[in-house]
């Protein structure tokens, strides 16, 4: 297999929602991918006509650099391979929001999804009722409702701490309480799809997962990457952790009710108590939950983690090693450091970058929604290796 090509379910002709990189879908995996202007452009020479040898020269980098890019592009089922030249021809990708749903997934480590069904009819239902909550007013009431919240909790921690003391656990409270806080995740996941949906953009599947061992909910909000308003995308981030917010508010203002009126309730303040625990740990921006996404849209820099992680690792190496980073080993942080050679005054660039040419900024995905090799089977096996 000596001939590289595009991987034909692979979609390039999607909104642009940031001009210094490209957004594609691969239908194989359903997943984005955001490349660099560079690279999308190297993956659209990739037409079959190609062979292994000369792909350094067609995107004029070192054979080493080529090596490892073309690695990357089939570890991800960008590219793939054949034995004969391939001629390419336009292929009609699904329609949006239609990628295939596994019914079973791990989606990683320690997460088991359970995929109930697409959530449109029921997003289309709720839509009387949602679209106007999405207002800005409504919008600006219940931060302001949720505030108030937090200010009648603070003002009785007291009496929250000798309820959470006091508390005597049950198998019915456990069970009371596990069923509480799934309902109030399932909520949280329904606030996503129904903004996602409110700003145009598809929810591909809701259903239930084993996360580390608990009971939760999902909703797959991955097409949200299509919209081109970052803010939007801040905004569909932020929608669990809101709801969660007003649910948990609802329980501490029901809590204080009870109490002054005589009655015991203090299973409600073990689940604020839950709910607080839970908004906290979707907050922190270190994992990958509501509020990395939040802070990756606010800023505008994909693979965010992954970016800070490599970062520090090769900085900490360079300094103990006292050896200049190359920037071509690098996988999320090349091409920042490509741009800060360029910026570098002469001589005074401690970083080693091979150099590339780019792709004008701002050019045109190319024409159909994709291509594909009549007559051939796509294998994503580099035959070099």
């Known amino acids: 297999m000596s001939y590289v090509y595009r991987n034909p379910r692979v979609q390039v002709d999607l909104p642009q929602p940031d001009p210094d990189s490209r957004l594609i879908l691969n239908h194989e995996t359903g997943r984005y991918i955001r490349l660099g202007l560079r690279e999308f452009d190297w993956l659209n020479r990739f037409d079959g006509q190609i062979h292994l040898r000369n792909v350094p020269a067609a995107i004029a980098q070192d054979e080493a650099f080529a090596a490892e890019m073309l690695r990357r592009m089939s570890a991800a089922k960008l590219i793939c391979f054949s034995d004969d030249p391939v001629q390419l021809q336009p292929v ?8 295939q749903v596994r019914r079973l997934e791990w989606a990683q480590f320690g997460q088991l999804r359970i995929h109930l069904g697409q959530p449109r009819a029921l997003l289309d239902r709720l839509s009387p009722v949602t679209r ?4 800005k007013p409504f919008i600006a009431a219940g931060l302001l409702f949720s505030l108030t919240g937090l200010g009648v909790a603070l003002a009785q921690s007291a009496e929250f701490g000798r309820a959470m003391g006091a508390f005597q656990w049950s198998a019915w409270h456990t069970a009371a309480i596990i069923a509480l806080v799934f309902a109030t995740t399932f909520v949280h996941e329904l606030g996503h ?7 145009g953009a598809p929810v591909r599947s809701i259903g239930v997962m084993v996360f580390y061992l608990q009971p939760a909910a999902y909703a797959d909000i991955t097409d949200s990457w299509q919209l081109t308003n970052r803010w939007h995308r801040v905004a569909i981030s932020s929608a669990g952790v809101y709801v969660q917010g007003l649910i948990a508010t609802g329980a501490v203002l029901l809590w204080t009710f009870l109490r002054l009126t005589g009655h015991n309730a203090d299973m409600l303040v073990v689940f604020v108590a839950m709910n607080a625990l839970i908004i906290v740990l979707n907050v922190l921006p270190f994992t990958k939950l509501d ?11 994909a693979n965010l983690r992954d970016r800070a992680i490599e970062w520090w690792r090769v900085s900490i190496t360079s300094m103990l090693r006292r050896r200049p980073v190359d920037a071509s080993r690098l996988r999320f942080n090349a091409e920042f450091l ?7 005054r002469p001589g005074g660039d401690v970083f080693r970058s091979s150099p590339a040419g780019r792709a004008p900024q701002g050019a045109p995905a190319p024409a159909g929604a994709g291509r594909t090799a009549a007559g051939t089977r796509c294998s994503h096996r580099d035959p070099r290796h």
Do not use: D, F, K
């Not at 106007?132 to 207002?135: D, E, G, K, R, V």
């Not at 799809?193 to 700003?199: G, R, T």
């Not at 490509?338 to 570098?344: I, L, N, Q, T």
């Open 338 to 344: 490509r741009r800060r050679r360029r910026a570098a």
């Open 193 to 199: 799809a129904v903004a996602c949906a409110y700003y």
């Open 291 to 301: 509020g990395y996404w939040i802070v990756s849209n606010m800023i505008g820099i």
């Open 132 to 135: 106007p909550l999405m207002s």
């Open 92 to 99: 009609q990708h699904a329609e949006e929001g239609s990628v």
